[in-house]
């Protein structure tokens, strides 16, 4: 069960004040911290302290898990259904890459697909969002506005409120 929101949220109208906000909201100790764009901002990302996504360690897992499996299944294949050939090898190397190839790039992009969905579920629980008609409404995080949501104790509320209004922030909306 999600338990009820605690913290504020606030639109910016320049991607400056917004990563001066995020900076200044970092050294404060606010962790839990949501930003909102119109389109993708790598200055944003350098705010944040650019964190990193563990998804191409699952696609490069993927890619080992797809060769193994691919070669276990052809070497059981090959000795299953013995078809010597002249001086041939049963088991043999050169006939397993292509095979091997394209299960790899089948379960990279499996486990990739899965490591997102995953990391969307992790973050959605890690980092709560307002669930008030307001929040839910505001539409101009897709068109011209730039967003930050921070959740926090009740008793951080003035404190972030400042910190938003320190950055010119043209609209701060606490919620508790």
């Known amino acids: 069960m999600k338990t009820k929101f605690a913290g504020a949220w606030a639109t910016f109208e320049y991607l400056d004040d917004t990563c001066a906000a995020i900076k200044e909201l970092k ?9 909102h764009t119109p389109c993708a901002r790598h200055e944003i990302d350098h705010a944040l302290g ?5 998804v191409p360690f699952a696609t490069l897992a993927g890619a080992f898990v797809g060769f193994g ?3 276990l299944i052809i070497t059981k294949m090959a000795l ?19 095979i091997a190839f394209e299960l790899s790039v089948l379960m990279a992009i ?7 969905f995953l990391m969307i579920l992790r973050d959605t ?3 709560p969002v307002p669930q008030s008609r307001k929040y839910k409404d505001y539409d101009r995080f897709m ?9 926090c104790g009740n008793d951080e ?6 910190i938003f209004k320190k950055h010119q922030a043209e609209e701060v909306n606490l919620e508790s």
């Open 157 to 162: 509320l003035e404190k972030l409120e400042n």
């Open 80 to 98: 299953d259904w013995i078809l010597p050939v002249s001086g041939k090898p049963i088991v043999s190397v050169p006939i397993m890459g292509p």
């Open 110 to 116: 499996y486990f990739t697909i899965g490591a997102i």
């Open 125 to 127: 629980w890690k980092h």
């Open 27 to 35: 050294n404060a100790g606010f962790d839990q911290i949501t930003t």
């Open 50 to 54: 650019n964190p990193q996504s563990r």
């Open 69 to 71: 499996l691919a070669v």
């Open 143 to 151: 068109r011209d506005r730039f967003g930050i949501v921070v959740a």
